[in-house]
């Protein structure tokens, strides 16, 4: 999928197909919000004015790349994951035995479906030492793409949540309930505050 157009992603999300959904757009949000980052270290490396910062904007630009990379594989990965779980509430139902291992492969599905988001918030979240260091540091001149970028970080890491928040509502584990909401509940407290805090240095309140 992060090989296709912009025009032909956006109609595949339009259509009657389940996948690419919530999740899958998470991840494609976080990912602009890396691309941001390191679009604006990029603009900043190169001028001179800039000279003190450059080690700084050169390590950004490794991070971000990398970061970007991340999370448009999570694009493709959170729709397998999604799959899995549809593939598994066709498996049949007939015997006994049959319930039980389709019941087995729903929950490791869910499981999956409900790890993926939080690999999303987490990398998405990685995002926001880079904005900040960028709006404080970075070109001036685009000072506000490294808020726009914080701010796609920010509804990457909410959007994942609410998707792993859905999927733990299924998922009849309740250890690993309790870890991934504990995780869930912790990001999102930092995410809002971060991003407020990244917001508030903006020059143009």
């Known amino acids: 999928m992060k090989n296709m157009t912009i025009n032909e992603f956006a109609k595949i999300v339009a259509s009657d ?8 757009i998470a991840a494609l949000c976080g990912a602009i919000g890396a691309a941001l980052s390191e679009m604006v270290a990029n603009l900043t490396v ?9 080690e700084e904007m050169t ?23 999604y799959n899995m779980v549809t593939l598994a ?12 291992y389709r019941s087995g492969k729903i929950q490791e599905g869910l499981k ?8 999303v918030a ?13 709006v404080l540091r970075g070109n001036a001149s685009s000072v506000t793409d490294a808020l726009v970028g914080a701010m796609m970080a920010r509804t990457g890491v909410l959007s ?9 509502d299924s998922i009849k584990d309740q250890e ?30």
Do not use: C, H, W
């Open 46 to 54: 190169t001028k001179k004015k800039y000279a003190d910062s450059k």
């Open 17 to 24: 197909s389940p996948v690419p959904g919530g999740g899958s």
């Open 122 to 134: 987490e990398t998405a979240f990685e995002i926001f030492p880079l904005a900040e260091a960028l």
């Open 112 to 119: 999956v479906a409900a790890s993926v988001p939080l690999k």
């Open 160 to 168: 994942a949540i609410l998707n792993i928040r859905i999927n733990l």
């Open 176 to 205: 690993f309930i309790k870890d991934l909401k504990e995780k869930a509940d912790a990001l999102e407290e930092k995410t809002i505050i971060y991003e407020k805090e990244i917001l508030d240095l903006s020059p143009f309140k």
């Open 89 to 100: 509430y066709k498996l049949p139902k007939e015997t006994e035995e049959e319930k039980a």
């Open 59 to 81: 390590e950004i630009i490794n991070k971000a790349s990398l970061l970007r990379e991340k999370l448009l594989n999570y694009i493709e990965e959170d729709s397998s994951a």
